[in-house]
């Protein structure tokens, strides 16, 4: 099974915007509109936040857009607050029929 | 509401054995399809199994095809991961998770710690 890709870590001041990359390939990020981006704050279970590229499930903030261009896609995140800080996840469906998880970005508010 | 309830994690020794159960509530387990995710302690996330709302279809990640058996029962409303064949690398927490299609991870309980360790 191959990995997706995600930065280690992303910074931004209160109000900025901030955009989390996820690249994989033709077999997984590339090849469907199943990309989908997780929250997690330390001691807590992941949260759903855009699901199928660029949908927004009932509850979260319109600051949290998903796009995706060829082999990856992106979170955005707008207006950034620092209860954004946090991990965030990409995971996406693979040719296999399996499931891959990016290895996560830390978020920091400055 | 929604609720996902794991139970069955524990210490286990290494090539040891383990069944880790989710109860859920508050939806229509018997629509959806289930999987188990995991996340070793102060590591990401790694999807681990998937199974279909009518059991019939499965799908395992590489590192535990063979050794673990994801099975449900709609009747009871419970979701199931049989592990055998235990490593240290299989330490983590396990989440139940129900997924709407693909990839979407819904709705995630508040997991289940397994420690693999002599």
């Known amino acids: 099974q191959s990995a997706l890709t995600q930065p280690a870590s992303v910074s931004g001041s209160p109000g900025q915007s901030i955009t989390i990359s996820c690249t994989g390939t033709?077999?997984?990020?590339?090849?469907?509109?199943?990309v989908s981006w997780y929250q997690q704050h330390p001691g807590k279970a992941p949260k759903l936040m855009i699901y199928?590229?660029?949908n927004r499930p009932s509850g979260v903030s319109n600051r949290f857009s998903g796009s995706k261009s060829g082999n990856t896609a992106s979170l955005t995140i707008s207006d950034l607050q620092a209860e954004d800080e946090a991990d965030y996840y990409c995971?996406?469906?693979?040719?296999?029929?399996?499931?891959?998880f990016g290895p996560g970005t830390r978020v920091t508010v400055l | 509401e929604v609720q996902l309830v794991e139970s069955g994690g524990g210490l286990v020794q290494p090539g040891g054995s383990l069944r880790l159960s989710c109860a859920a509530s508050?939806?229509?387990?018997?629509?959806?399809?289930m999987n188990w995710v995991r996340q070793a302690p102060g590591k990401g996330l790694e999807w681990v199994s998937y199974?279909?709302?009518?059991?019939?279809?499965?799908y395992y990640a590489d590192s535990v095809k063979g050794r673990f058996t994801i099975s449900r029962d709609n009747a009871k409303n419970s979701l199931y991961l049989q592990m055998n064949s235990l490593r240290a690398e299989d330490t983590a927490v396990y989440y139940c998770?129900?997924?709407?299609?693909?990839?979407?991870?819904?709705?995630w309980g508040q997991g289940t710690l397994v420690t693999v360790a002599s």
């Open positions: 998770v129900s997924v709407v299609v693909a990839a979407t991870f819904e709705n």
């Open positions: 508050g939806f229509t387990f018997s629509s959806h399809g």
């Open positions: 199974i279909s709302s009518d059991t019939s279809t499965t």
């Open positions: 033709s077999s997984d990020v590339g090849g469907y509109n199943y």
């Open positions: 199928d590229v660029n």
């Open positions: 995971a996406s469906y693979t040719r296999s029929s399996t499931r891959l």
